[in-house]
């Protein structure tokens, strides 16, 4: 069964410091899709990034940064000089990808990030 | 481009009311998901369409849920003798094509307050 780990219930850091989310996840497929999602206080949930399990390279977009280690099943976040625009609950998510397409979004519970500043 | 869209944004009813909300997806989205949000959790997936077949399930959708997509554009989810356990966040998603690399595009959603 598919299952996605958020530890950190609730983080906060002060603007300009540099903060990771944590994520591990659970599947017995080979094939696999991670994603991030960030959720402001509107509500509406923002794609920001999808990796497929083929494809262990880090990502780096402007200040955010991915770290993805299929060795320890983590898919981890991190902002850069965080800004108080950061300041949302991020959810992790999996889904699993067999030949008929990928299947619906498992999601962790989130973790609530406030920047302070 | 525009976004998915949901309708309405907030809807407060009473115990045992019927409530019916609609999605619209990202023009020539095939895929259109719901998931259903408490507060403190992560979205949980209720059902989802390609084009205008139902594909699957959740055991989370009672038989008091029904959701359609006639025509394979737009969606209607709709709850039926409301209970105070279905307030929530109703999300709703769209993605593009059949293939394995499928990212889920979100709707505002729909908070249900049932009193």
């Known amino acids: 069964a598919q299952k996605v780990t958020q530890a950190q219930t609730e983080i906060s850091v002060v603007e300009k410091e540099d903060v990771t989310l944590d994520c591990v996840y659970e599947?017995?497929?080979?094939?696999?899709?991670l994603f991030w999602y960030k959720q402001p206080p509107s509500g509406e949930l923002v794609f920001l990034i999808r990796?497929?399990?083929?494809?262990?390279q880090n990502e780096i977009s402007g200040r955010y940064s991915w770290n993805f280690q299929k060795s320890t099943s983590s898919f981890n976040f991190t902002i850069t000089a965080s800004q108080v625009v950061d300041s949302a609950v991020y959810f992790c998510?999996?889904?699993?990808?067999?030949?008929?397409?990928?299947?619906?979004?498992?999601f962790g519970k989130g973790t609530r990030l406030s920047v302070i500043a | 481009d525009t976004g998915v869209s949901q309708d309405p944004r907030h809807k407060i009813t009473k115990r045992g009311q019927n409530v019916t909300f609609r999605c619209d997806p990202i023009?020539?989205?095939?895929?259109l998901y719901w998931y259903r949000q408490t507060l403190g959790q992560g979205p949980e997936f209720l059902t989802y369409?390609?084009?205008?077949?139902?594909?699957?399930k959740s055991r989370l959708l009672s038989d008091r849920f029904s959701a359609e997509r006639p025509k394979g554009s737009f969606s209607t989810l709709e709850i039926q003798r409301t209970e105070q356990g279905d307030s929530a966040m109703y999300l709703c998603?769209?993605?593009?094509?059949?293939?394995?690399?499928?990212?889920?595009?979100f709707g505002p959603g729909t908070r249900l307050l049932v009193l």
């Open positions: 023009s020539e989205h095939n895929r």
């Open positions: 599947t017995r497929d080979t094939t696999y899709y």
């Open positions: 990796r497929n399990s083929f494809d262990e």
């Open positions: 998603a769209s993605s593009l094509g059949s293939g394995r690399a499928q990212t889920q595009y």
């Open positions: 998510a999996l889904s699993e990808a067999p030949n008929s397409g990928n299947t619906p979004l498992v």
């Open positions: 369409f390609q084009n205008e077949a139902q594909l699957e």
